[in-house]
Nanobody, 123 residues
């Protein structure tokens, strides 16, 4: 079992930045790929970014490339999402998730989820 707790959400103006953190506990953190997902009201939960267990492989959705950066600190059991140049369309609940599945680009591959943190971007 892996427990995940997100933090760092909030309200920011367009063009601003936020840094989300996700603290993990319960298992060997480096054995798990980590993903950030987001879900806006009335929409599906979509992947934002993912990172392999060792941190050497990263993936970004096209909508956030060049603006968001995923990283992890395995010594601290924490994964981060640095979000810059935020847009109103980035408004959503952001979730972190953990998996040992190699297909970590898809939400169904993740068995462990945090409770989510709200990000709101005003225009």
């Amino acid at each position: 079992q892996v427990q995940l707790v997100e933090s760092g959400g909030g309200l920011v103006q367009a063009g601003g930045s936020l840094r989300l953190s996700c603290a993990a506990s319960g298992r060997t953190f480096s054995n798990y790929a980590m993903g950030w997902f987001r879900q806006a009201p009335g929409k599906e939960r979509d992947i934002v970014a993912a990172i392999s267990g060792g941190g050497g492989i990263v993936y970004y959705a096209d909508s956030v490339k060049g603006r968001f950066t995923i990283s992890r600190d395995n010594a601290k059991n924490t994964v981060y999402l640095q979000m810059n140049s935020l847009k109103p369309e980035d408004t959503a609940v952001y979730y972190c998730a953990a998996t040992r599945n190699n297909n970590y680009y898809y939400a169904p591959a993740y068995p462990y989820w945090g409770q989510g943190t709200q990000v709101a971007v005003s225009s």
